[in-house]
């Protein structure tokens, strides 16, 4: 029957151009797999800023006396704090109302973090890393900033508070190169 075997033919070369197309569909995923993958890997994250956990407290940014709101030269406000178990440094923030505030923080022993109130201000903060943004609030009043990370047995009662005061009275009580906070002493 040679009409039979001609159809064999046909279906063969049929079920072969369609193994051809699959394996092609699965060569081409593989190389985007591929692709993609070490495109990822050999960029680095957006932004990442590392700090040395061991000598924190002793020197750079996150010493002590740094901590807390800075009007800088360039009359930018930065609030400088750190988390620990079970605390925030400070733990009361002074911030001017309506002025763009850039928060910079990190942790010292476990990951914590943080968010003001209502507002959109909210970041983890990771020993070792240094976390950043920049918001703005627009109420002046008090807020409560209570920690969201579960970090340990203390975390219920770790909290801070920040005060967001009239943008003129703050900076009438700014002073250069000085740190404020609204810590009772
Ligand atoms: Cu710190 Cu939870």
New binding site residues.
């Given amino acids: 029957m040679p009409g039979h075997h001609a159809s064999e033919t046909v279906a063969a070369a049929a079920e072969r151009r369609w193994a051809i197309i699959v394996i092609a569909i699965i060569g081409v995923l593989i190389l985007m797999m591929i692709v993609t993958g070490v495109h990822w890997a050999s960029m680095p994250p957006s932004r990442v800023e590392a700090v040395d956990v061991k000598t924190i407290h002793i020197k750079g940014e996150f010493v002590e006396s740094n901590l807390g709101t800075a009007v800088e030269p360039d009359g930018k406000v930065t609030v400088r704090l750190i ?1 620990q ?2 605390s925030f440094v400070p733990n009361c923030i002074a911030v001017p109302a309506d002025t763009p505030v850039t928060f910079r923080g990190t942790a010292t022993d ?1 990951i ?2 943080f968010v003001v109130g209502r507002t959109n201000a909210n970041t983890m903060l990771v020993p070792g890393f240094v976390s950043t943004f920049t918001t703005s609030f627009s109420k002046p009043g008090e807020q409560l900033m209570p ?6 047995t ?2 219920e009662a ?1 909290w801070a508070h920040v005060q967001v005061v009239p943008r003129d009275e703050f900076m009438a009580k700014a002073r250069p190169g000085g740190r404020m906070s609204c810590v009772q002493r």
């Fill in positions: 988390a178990q079970y476990a914590h973090g920690c969201h990370e579960y970090c340990g203390g975390h770790m």
